[in-house]
Structure formats: structure tokens, C-alpha cells
């Protein structure tokens, strides 16, 4: 079993940024991709971004450029540094973590307002 807990949400103005973390505990070794997710109101969950174990990456093309994914493997922790954020980032993200599941974190509210 894996368990995430995320933290960093919070409010932020048009062309902020936040830093987001997720840090997992239990059976770690397993895990192969850690990444994120976001869900608005009214809508789909959608893929935001991906970190695989080797350390490559992938991006949803709505946030290349401006989200960067990283990890801390001394700290068992992946990030999502959100900059040049817009209100259409607003949403509640998830972190995932893949491994003999599929594991999610409880979710952390982003909002991007004036």
C-alpha cells in the first residue's frame, strides 16, 4: 500500500505561482510514475503531469512551459512548481502514483483569482 498527501494549495493572483508537494509513504519501492492530476468544478478529472522513476517527464500540453515536476528521493517527495498561473488552473490536484495500483492522494485546492 501507498499513501500520498499532498500540500501547497492555496489562493493565488493571475500570474502567481505556487509550489506544490506530495509525499509517500509505504511501499515505495513499487512505485514506477508519480504525477499529477487536476479536477475543476463541473468537469473531468485531467492529467497535469508526470515524473516516471528514471526521472523522465511528461506534460499536459495546457501547462507546458509554465508547470515544472521534480522529486526528492531522500525525502520521498514529488513537487509541481506552478508559475505564470491562470484562473483556468483552477482546480483541485491530485497526486497519483503508479505502481502494482493506482494510488491517489486526498487533493489539495488551487484557485487563481484577482
Known amino acids: 500500500q501507498v499513501q500520498l498527501v499532498e500540500s501547497g494549495g492555496g489562493l493565488v493572483q493571475p500570474g502567481g505561482s505556487l509550489r506544490l508537494s506530495c509525499a509517500a509513504s509505504?511501499?515505495?519501492?513499487?512505485?514506477?510514475?508519480m504525477g499529477w492530476y487536476r479536477q475543476a468544478p463541473g468537469k473531468q478529472r485531467e492529467f497535469v503531469a508526470r515524473?516516471?522513476?528514471?526521472?523522465?517527464?511528461h506534460y499536459a500540453d495546457s501547462v507546458k512551459g509554465r508547470f515544472t515536476i521534480s522529486r526528492d528521493n531522500a525525502k520521498n517527495t514529488v513537487y509541481l512548481q506552478m508559475n505564470s498561473l491562470k484562473p483556468e488552473d483552477t482546480a483541485v490536484y491530485y497526486c497519483?502514483?503508479?505502481?502494482?495500483?493506482?494510488?491517489w492522494g486526498q487533493g489539495t485546492q488551487v484557485t487563481v483569482s484577482s
Open positions: 509505504g511501499s515505495i519501492f513499487s512505485i514506477n510514475y
Open positions: 497519483n502514483a503508479l505502481g502494482m495500483s493506482n494510488y
Open positions: 515524473i516516471a522513476s528514471g526521472g523522465s517527464t
